[in-house]
Nanobody, 123 residues
Framework: QVQLVESGGGLVQAGGSLRISCAASGRTIGASAMGWFRQAPGKEREFVATIDWKTSTYYADSVKGRFTISRDNAENTVYLQMNSLTPADTAVYYC?????????????????WGQGTQVTVSS
C-alpha cells in the first residue's frame, strides 16, 4: 500500500511559477511510474504529466514546455514544476502511482492517488 500526500499548492498570479510536491509513504516508489492529473470545477480529471521509474517523461499538450515532472527516489517524492501559469491551469492537482515502471497517461493506469492540492491562478 502506498500513501501519497500532495503539498505546495496555492494562489499565484498569471505568468508566475509554482512547484508542487508528492510525498509517498508505505513503500518505496522507486519501481513505480508516477503521474500528475488535475481537475477543474465541472470538468473531468485530466492527465498532466507522467514519469517512468527513471527519467522518461510525457506531458499533455496543454502543459508541454511549461511544466516539468521530476522525481527524487531517495526522498520518495515526485515534483511538478509549473511555469508561465495561466488561469486555465487552475485546478486541484492529484498525484498518482502505478504498479508498473512504465509511464501511463490514463487515470485507469494508476492504483494509488493522493487527496489533491489546489492551484489557483489569478488573472
Amino acid at each position: 500500500q502506498v500513501q501519497l500526500v500532495e503539498s505546495g499548492g496555492g494562489l499565484v498570479q498569471a505568468g508566475g511559477s509554482l512547484r508542487i510536491s508528492c510525498a509517498a509513504s508505505g513503500r518505496t516508489i522507486g519501481a513505480s511510474a508516477m503521474g500528475w492529473f488535475r481537475q477543474a470545477p465541472g470538468k473531468e480529471r485530466e492527465f498532466v504529466a507522467t514519469i517512468d521509474w527513471k527519467t522518461s517523461t510525457y506531458y499533455a499538450d496543454s502543459v508541454k514546455g511549461r511544466f516539468t515532472i521530476s522525481r527524487d527516489n531517495a526522498e520518495n517524492t515526485v515534483y511538478l514544476q509549473m511555469n508561465s501559469l495561466t488561469p486555465a491551469d487552475t485546478a486541484v492537482y492529484y498525484c498518482a502511482a502505478r504498479r508498473s515502471i512504465h509511464v501511463g497517461m490514463s487515470r485507469n493506469d494508476y492504483v494509488y492517488w493522493g487527496q489533491g492540492t489546489q492551484v489557483t491562478v489569478s488573472s
